[in-house]
């Protein structure tokens, strides 16, 4: 019988969407901890990128998931880019951060 392969999700941190600090942000939707709920689809891993000056608002989106997804692993990383919209730095950012992931593809 072949073993699970794990679900890893790699998102984004939107700072528009998943905002929220009081327990309001439990009554809209916020897409981070959404693709955390669904029956269908189990989340094992999450690596949650986001800017540096998002890193209270990661805390609490993590803390969010591990209370509707216990099992649902969330690792936070930040990158750094001086100018958010600037695509080619955004880019080579997020080239950078792709690369130094791991995973065991012979599994």
């Known amino acids: 019988?072949?073993?699970?392969?794990?679900?890893?999700?790699?998102?984004?941190?939107?700072?528009?969407?998943?905002?929220?600090?009081?327990?309001?942000?439990?009554?809209?939707?916020?897409?981070?901890?959404?693709?955390?709920?669904?029956?269908?689809?189990?989340?094992?891993?999450?690596?949650l990128v986001h800017l540096p000056s998002e890193r209270d608002l990661a805390a609490v989106v993590a803390g969010d998931i591990g209370t509707v997804s216990p099992e649902t692993v969330v690792t936070c990383h930040e990158i750094g880019v001086a100018d958010p919209w600037d695509f080619e730095e955004v880019f080579a950012s997020l080239h950078g951060f792709a690369r130094s992931l791991e995973f065991r593809t012979d599994d």
Do not use: F, K, N, Y
Not at 21 to 29: A, D, G, K, L, S
């Open 1 to 47: 019988m072949p073993s699970h392969r794990p679900t890893v999700v790699v998102g984004i941190l939107g700072l528009r969407l998943d905002a929220g600090q009081t327990e309001e942000r439990w009554t809209r939707w916020r897409p981070t901890v959404s693709l955390c709920q669904h029956e269908d689809l189990v989340v094992d891993r999450l690596e």
